[in-house]
């Protein structure tokens, strides 16, 4: 069946410190690749996503490329910020008569001053 | 346009008893999603509405729980009764149908606490 692995949380960084968060999956087919992000009291949000090969999603200064040769959609950003402060969830879609999305366990990012 | 939006947001109940959670889905949205998070486990789908009919309940986890969406627009979602290990938070979300519909729109959940 289908899966998604990130690494684990939480992930404490200073502001404008790079930030890398691995995510790598299992799927059958084609699959599209999404990270959303939960802030605080809120409900999850698409941040980006990626829909082939080669894709690079991009959004709010973050960014992540489909890498099918090493199944992976790693979500990059160069400077954080106290904002970014949310759980990230690398999640795929695989079609195939199916509409479920299927997530990794969630990245808690905490970002101080 | 309004989101996604579920009710309570909030539900603590003792096990054995009742709950039942509701989500109102974007206006014209013909999916509707169940999701649930267990405490630091994965989000896990649960079921899928096209309209007033389930697509697929694949990831309903027992005959405790049962989901309708009378007339295509809000679904319900009923713990009957209720057991420790359904605490979680329940998501919903919504999508259009059409070529993306596997973007879907998250409401803010509703935490499940069962004591």
């Given at each position: 069946g289908n899966?998604?692995?990130q690494?684990?949380?939480?992930?404490?960084?200073s502001?404008?410190a790079?930030?890398?968060?691995?995510c790598?999956?299992t799927a059958t087919?084609?699959?599209?690749?999404?990270?959303?992000?939960?802030?605080?009291g809120e409900?999850?949000?698409l941040?980006l996503k990626?829909?082939?090969?080669d894709?690079?999603g991009?959004?709010?200064?973050?960014?992540a490329?489909?890498?099918?040769?090493?199944t992976?959609f790693?979500?990059?950003?160069?400077s954080?910020?106290?904002?970014?402060?949310?759980v990230?969830?690398?999640?795929?879609?695989?079609?195939?008569?199916?509409?479920?999305?299927?997530?990794?366990?969630?990245?808690?990012?905490s970002?101080i001053? | 346009?309004?989101?996604?939006?579920q009710?309570?947001?909030?539900?603590v109940?003792?096990?054995?008893?009742?709950?039942?959670l509701r989500?109102?889905?974007?206006s014209g949205?013909?999916?509707?999603y169940?999701?649930?998070r267990?405490?630091?486990?994965?989000?896990?789908?649960?079921?899928?509405?096209v309209?007033e009919?389930?697509?697929?309940?694949?990831?309903?986890p027992?005959?405790?729980?049962?989901?309708?969406r009378?007339?295509g627009?809000?679904s319900?979602?009923k713990?009957?009764?209720?057991?420790?290990?359904?605490?979680?938070?329940?998501f919903?979300?919504?999508?259009?149908?059409?070529?993306?519909?596997?973007?879907q729109?998250f409401?803010p959940?509703t935490?499940?606490?069962?004591?």
């Amino acid at each position: 069946g289908n899966s998604v692995t990130q690494m684990e949380g939480p992930v404490t960084l200073s502001e404008e410190a790079f930030l890398t968060i691995n995510c790598t999956y299992t799927a059958t087919g084609y699959p599209s690749l999404f990270w959303y992000v939960q802030y605080p009291g809120e409900g999850l949000q698409l941040l980006l996503k990626a829909t082939k090969a080669d894709d690079k999603g991009s959004n709010k200064g973050f960014e992540a490329t489909y890498r099918k040769e090493t199944t992976s959609f790693h979500l990059e950003k160069g400077s954080v910020q106290v904002s970014d402060s949310a759980v990230y969830f690398c999640a795929l879609y695989s079609g195939a008569g199916s509409y479920q999305l299927t997530f990794g366990k969630g990245t808690k990012l905490s970002v101080i001053p | 346009e309004a989101g996604v939006t579920q009710f309570p947001s909030h539900s603590v109940i003792e096990k054995g008893q009742t709950v039942t959670l509701r989500c109102d889905p974007i206006s014209g949205h013909d999916n509707l999603y169940w999701y649930r998070r267990v405490m630091g486990k994965e989000i896990k789908f649960l079921l899928h509405f096209v309209k007033e009919s389930k697509q697929d309940e694949s990831g309903m986890p027992n005959n405790r729980f049962l989901a309708e969406r009378t007339g295509g627009t809000y679904s319900t979602l009923k713990v009957q009764p209720a057991e420790l290990e359904d605490s979680g938070v329940y998501f919903c979300a919504s999508s259009p149908l059409g070529a993306e519909d596997y973007e879907q729109y998250f409401g803010p959940g509703t935490r499940l606490t069962v004591t």
